[in-house]
């Protein structure tokens, strides 16, 4: 036994598992002792449950008892740190091998930390002996940078750790390199036992129907910055903010440094505490901007992915979901970076402005982790597309306008289900805007004195008259941009001149009394 192992037998950890931590190490030790050499095992549990903690005590669980040694896969640099340093805590020598490294002293430690791309080099060069490796664990398994690697360790043990067990590559499915999958605690069960803190959920009604799907199977940044920097849309992230989270520490995710960089001048216009970080930023600078972040009581921090995995701040309150995205994966780890619980926090909140709830359920609901490994096709399939999740929306007016209409009973008018009538009746679909612009009128003339403010009230209606005009568009499968625009136009000019011809005799019909003079 090398001196090494013989320290970490000597050494008792000074942490202290959690009952369900150490029955996921009971239960992946029970199948390394009764698998074959070369078995692969996947071991899924929520971000926040503590994996690093699970395989640290595993390796040193793993070296006091076995004469070989162990390697830890991640696939990026601030991962590979953060494992060094838990490993370390843990009693456990070990070595990075970076780029830099030198690795004459191999022989001298039984426990190697590597990036993927780096082990990969070091691996093709020999640099690297690896013959006696016994257990190799891949941290964020679900990526497939690691996939390539596994030929070199054909006789080891390999355990893949991940809160999401689906691929982010629908052709390389997890369930083709692993034998078996583990499922630990449920995010429900971890919120239950105070280990994690409730998510409380905002989501918009979002058109999302102008973004486009690339080539790796999510929305691609081009479309989702013409989108996401829009100022409208960027107002609408200021006024999401400002009603739930004003105050409070924030992290925003988006789709592309564009829209991060101009998500970061909207806010600091409108006079809010913010920073953008991205992958651009030097080591120093990221650092001063993390460290603000974290000082700062209710800073706002606008970023793209590089926070979603390896990056934890507790004192997070707030995600911004301020983008769409096709990956469940994504989802998990975006939303999972404000789950940490403290000594004042037992919830979060999450403000949806991609359509992400409506997509893949509410962050924490009971997934079947099994089926997602065994049929992951399956599904990817039964998730909703984007225009069957708007056209489940109700498009209401907006609060300010809404306000207007106050002696309205329903302001609502639903374009859809006036189409399908009128098809089972077999009526001429242009019907369908005749009593939507009668419906309007109504609510027009009921807030109205006279035939002038109600004219002034056709005028807020902009809004709403144009997501009729888009339903209305979709149902009879003509959407050409001139189409549109000239329908919007008269659809405008109707309403005015109904409500000029038919002022009087609506509102006598309506309040039981002609108009005043």
Not at 257 to 261: G, K, R, Y
Not at 276 to 294: G, P
Not at 325 to 335: E, H, I, N, P
């Given at each position: 036994?090398?001196?090494?192992?013989?320290?970490?037998q000597?050494?008792?950890?000074?942490?202290?598992?959690?009952?369900?931590?150490?029955?996921?190490i009971?239960?992946?030790?029970?199948?390394?002792?009764?698998?074959?050499?070369?078995?692969?095992?996947?071991?899924?549990?929520?971000?926040?449950?503590?994996?690093?903690?699970?395989?640290?005590?595993?390796?040193?669980?793993?070296?006091?008892n076995?004469?070989?040694k162990?390697?830890?896969?991640?696939?990026?640099?601030?991962l590979?740190?953060?494992?060094?340093?838990?490993?370390?805590?843990?009693?456990?020598?070990?070595?990075?091998?970076?780029?830099k490294?030198n690795?004459?002293d191999?022989?001298?430690y039984?426990?190697?930390?590597?990036?993927?791309?780096?082990?990969?080099?070091?691996?093709?060069?020999?640099?690297?002996?690896?013959?006696?490796?016994?257990l190799?664990?891949?941290?964020?398994?679900?990526?497939?940078?690691f996939?390539?690697?596994?030929?070199?360790?054909?006789?080891?043990?390999?355990?893949?750790?991940?809160?999401?067990?689906?691929?982010?590559?629908?052709?390389?499915?997890?369930?083709?390199?692993?034998?078996?999958?583990?499922?630990?605690?449920?995010?429900?069960?971890?919120?239950?036992?105070?280990f994690?803190?409730?998510?409380?959920?905002?989501?918009?009604d979002?058109?999302?129907?102008?973004?486009?799907?690339?080539?790796?199977?999510?929305?691609?940044?081009?479309?989702s910055?013409?989108?996401y920097?829009?100022?409208?849309?960027?107002?609408?992230?200021?006024d999401?903010?400002?009603?739930?989270?004003?105050?409070?520490?924030?992290?925003?995710?988006?789709?592309g440094?564009?829209?991060?960089?101009s998500?970061?001048?909207?806010?600091?216009?409108?006079?809010?505490?913010i920073?953008?970080?991205?992958?651009?930023?030097?080591?120093?600078?990221?650092?001063?901007?993390?460290?603000?972040?974290?000082?700062t009581?209710?800073?706002?921090?606008?970023?793209?992915?590089?926070?979603?995995?390896?990056?934890?701040?507790?004192?997070?309150?707030?995600?911004?979901?301020?983008?769409a995205?096709?990956?469940?994966?994504?989802?998990?780890?975006?939303?999972g970076?404000?789950?940490?619980?403290?000594?004042?926090?037992?919830?979060?909140?999450i403000?949806?402005?991609?359509?992400?709830?409506?997509?893949?359920?509410?962050?924490?609901?009971?997934?079947?982790?099994?089926?997602?490994?065994?049929?992951?096709?399956?599904?990817?399939?039964?998730?909703?597309?984007?225009?069957?999740?708007?056209?489940n929306?109700?498009?209401?007016?907006?609060?300010?306008?809404?306000?207007?209409?106050?002696?309205?009973?329903?302001?609502?008018?639903?374009?859809?289900?006036?189409?399908?009538?009128?098809?089972?009746?077999?009526?001429?679909?242009?019907?369908?805007?005749?009593?939507?612009?009668?419906?309007?009128?109504?609510?027009?003339?009921?807030?109205?004195?006279?035939?002038?403010?109600?004219?002034?009230?056709?005028k807020?209606?902009?809004?709403?008259?144009?997501?009729?005009?888009?339903?209305y568009?979709?149902?009879?499968?003509?959407?050409?941009?001139?189409?549109?625009?000239?329908?919007?136009?008269?659809?405008?000019?109707?309403?005015?001149?109904?409500?000029?011809?038919?002022?009087d005799?609506?509102?006598?019909?309506?309040?039981?009394?002609?108009?005043?003079?």
């Open positions: 036994m090398s001196q090494n192992n013989q320290a970490i000597d050494k008792k950890t000074d942490k202290e598992l959690y009952d369900y931590q150490q029955g996921a009971s239960k992946i030790f029970e199948k390394f002792d009764t698998a074959p050499d070369d078995y692969h095992l996947l071991y899924q549990l929520p971000t926040g449950g503590g994996k690093t903690v699970i395989f640290s005590e595993m390796v040193r669980q793993y070296l006091k076995h004469n070989k162990v390697l830890v896969m991640t696939h990026r640099i601030e590979c740190n953060q494992t060094s340093q838990m490993l370390t805590s843990f009693g456990v020598t070990n070595k990075i091998v970076s780029s490294a690795l004459d191999q022989a001298e039984s426990c190697f930390v590597a990036m993927v791309e780096t082990l990969n080099n070091r691996l093709n060069d020999n640099m690297l002996d690896i013959s006696d490796v016994g190799v664990i891949i941290d964020e398994a679900h990526y497939n940078s996939t390539k690697l596994f030929k070199f360790f054909e006789k080891s043990f390999i355990l893949g750790v991940t809160a999401t067990p689906l691929s982010s590559n629908k052709e390389l499915p997890m369930k083709d390199n692993y034998n078996e999958l583990i499922a630990g605690e449920t995010i429900e069960n971890l919120i239950e036992n105070e994690l803190a409730r998510a409380e959920t905002f989501a918009y979002m058109s999302l129907t102008s973004l486009e799907i690339g080539s790796n199977g999510d929305y691609t940044v081009k479309s910055e013409d989108l920097t829009s100022p409208a849309m960027l107002q609408k992230t200021i999401a903010f400002k009603k739930h989270s004003l105050g409070k520490k924030t992290l925003i995710f988006n789709n440094i564009n829209t991060s960089i998500v970061y001048y909207a806010f600091r216009q409108a006079g809010l505490p920073m953008h970080l991205d992958n651009t930023a030097t080591k120093k600078q990221r650092r001063q901007i993390l460290d603000w972040f974290s000082e009581p209710n800073a706002i921090l606008t970023s793209v992915s590089i926070l979603t995995t390896g990056f934890d701040e507790p004192t997070i309150d707030t995600i911004i979901l301020n983008r995205t096709k990956s469940l994966t994504l989802y998990y780890q975006m939303v970076r404000g789950s940490r619980i403290l000594n004042n926090k037992s919830k979060f909140t403000i949806d402005l991609g359509n992400n709830l409506y997509r893949f359920g509410p962050w924490g609901a009971d997934l079947d982790w099994q089926l997602i490994f065994k049929s992951p096709n399956w599904y990817a399939d039964r998730i909703q597309s984007d225009e069957a999740i708007e056209a929306f109700k498009h209401e007016l907006a609060d300010d306008i809404k306000d207007e209409f106050s002696k309205s009973e329903d302001t609502y008018f639903d374009i859809r289900q006036c189409y399908k009538d009128a098809v089972d009746a077999g009526e001429s679909s242009k019907v369908v805007l005749e009593r939507s612009i009668e419906h309007h009128a109504k609510i027009c003339i009921e807030n109205s004195e006279d035939v002038y403010d109600a004219l002034a009230l056709a807020l209606l902009k809004d709403d008259i144009n997501q009729r005009i888009e339903i568009a979709k149902c009879i499968s003509k959407s050409t941009g001139n189409f549109l625009k000239w329908l919007k136009d008269d659809y405008q000019k109707k309403l005015n001149s109904y409500l000029r011809t038919n002022f005799a609506k509102f006598e019909e309506i309040h039981g009394y002609p108009p005043e003079d």
